[in-house]
């Protein structure tokens, strides 16, 4: 339905133009934020890149949470880099929105009053330390296989921010496999924490694909202007092929009875998710959606003082300047 309206609008307008951006992206060509683009194009990668920022900031949540309680002093260095990137990974992101004219803050009051969602996976709890290992192999790892095709969409901003961003996902999905290994051949008990987190975030690791696509509304209309260059389901099968042998290294059981090898088909036959599930964690039922968003909900009203004072800041430069003329 929203990928009809938005095919709607665009046609609705002037058809030359309409004619030429549709060969533009049909050559490959990187479409760049003074070009013209249809009206849904730009409310789509607006919706695109506003949750993926949203995504990143509040991924911080879960693992900032485990800092200061790290097992060793290396290893909350590693975590509070890894903080640090999601930080400027969000940061990238609402740069490349911004140039489709919306505002940071826009985005952001968007987020706070349910206009714009993060994915999902973030409204789950990190309960142990062998989270952090599994939320860096599974849930980075997801990132990656959703976000290294991004870097060929057809929005030059976006194309550009994701190279930088999947270089260090992929530091970052290391870093997980890494304490997973840890854990899977340290003692008993370490490797039940590892198999015990990977129950848990198997699932909604195969949820951050987005639903099934005879389910997507979006996923038609965004295939079809290059916004994402693989369907929801495409990108499941192939996290789904590539993660079940390193868990299987790892000494680990993944939770799916129903998994095994088609030889037939050259890849994993596998359960899906349970898709009312994820709907309801979107509209606000997961465990931690109320924390993650009263966090954020807060982080906005302390951090007003610092938004005045940079805008007066800015307009004493901007009256400064007219002066000077």
Request: aromatic share 10%; hydrophobic share 40%; proline share 5%.
């Amino acid at each position: 339905m929203y990928a009809q309206m938005i095919q709607s609008e665009a046609t609705a307008e002037d058809p030359d133009k309409l004619a030429a951006f549709e060969a533009r992206i049909a050559a490959g060509e990187k479409i760049e934020p003074k070009d013209w683009m249809p009206a849904g194009y730009r409310k789509t990668l607006i919706r695109q890149i506003g949750q993926h920022a949203h995504s990143e900031i509040v991924g911080q949540l879960p693992e900032g949470n485990w800092i200061t309680r790290a097992p060793t002093l290396e290893r909350k260095a590693i975590l509070l880099a890894k903080v640090q990137d999601e930080a400027g990974h969000g940061l990238y992101l609402y740069c490349a929105a911004e140039t489709l004219g919306v505002s940071r803050d826009e985005l952001t009051e968007m987020l706070l009053d349910g206009r714009m969602k993060y994915s999902s996976i973030f409204n789950y709890p990190t309960l142990t330390w062998a989270d952090m290992g599994a939320v860096g192999w599974l849930v980075d790892g997801a990132a990656i296989m959703n976000q290294v095709p991004l870097q060929r969409t057809s929005y030059g901003p976006y194309s550009r921010a994701m190279i930088r961003i999947c270089k260090e996902e992929s530091f970052h999905q290391r870093q997980g496999y890494d304490i997973m290994m840890k854990m899977a051949f340290g003692t008993p008990a370490q490797k039940r924490m590892a198999q015990d987190a990977l129950n848990r975030f198997w699932y909604p690791a195969l949820m951050m694909f987005g639903p099934s696509d005879k389910e997507s509304v979006h996923s038609a209309q965004s295939m079809a202007w290059k916004i994402k260059m693989n369907t929801n389901d495409e990108l499941r099968q192939k996290f789904v092929d590539e993660t079940v042998p390193q868990a299987e290294y790892l000494g680990l059981t993944v939770p799916d009875p129903d998994l095994k090898w088609n030889e037939e088909r050259g890849h994993y036959d596998f359960s899906e998710p349970d898709w009312s599930e994820f709907f309801d964690v979107l509209k606000g039922n997961g465990p931690c959606n109320a924390d993650r968003m009263e966090a954020r909900q807060q982080a906005w009203a302390e951090g007003q003082w610092v938004r005045d004072g940079l805008m007066a800041h800015a307009r004493k430069r901007a009256a400064r300047r007219v002066a000077a003329e």
